[in-house]
């Protein structure tokens, strides 16, 4: 699975951002299984993961920062 950059998630419409956070807590969930059994090779695809998780939640958080800082100046 290949990562996530800023300036991709950035582009992003909400909706967008909402499916892909999903869709990366699911592929989450499923590695934590296989990890648990014993079939996962690669553990650092757990910690990638877990990072662009992070990411799309940081920049949903600055955008929604950025707007409550816009709503309150006006």
């Given at each position: 699975?290949l ?7 950035r582009?992003?419409k909400?909706?967008e951002?909402?499916k892909?956070?999903e869709?990366l ?12 059994v014993?079939?996962?090779?690669d553990?650092a695809?757990?910690?990638n993961?877990k990072r ?8 949903m958080n600055e955008?929604?920062r950025?707007s409550k800082?816009?709503a309150?100046?006006?």
């Amino acid at each position: 699975m290949l990562r996530v950059k800023p300036d991709e998630i950035r582009n992003m419409k909400p909706e967008e951002r909402l499916k892909k956070l999903e869709e990366l807590r699911m592929e989450l969930i499923k590695l934590r299984m296989q990890a648990k059994v014993g079939l996962l090779k690669d553990t650092a695809k757990i910690r990638n993961i877990k990072r662009d998780i992070a990411r799309i939640l940081t920049i949903m958080n600055e955008e929604l920062r950025a707007s409550k800082k816009e709503a309150s100046e006006q």
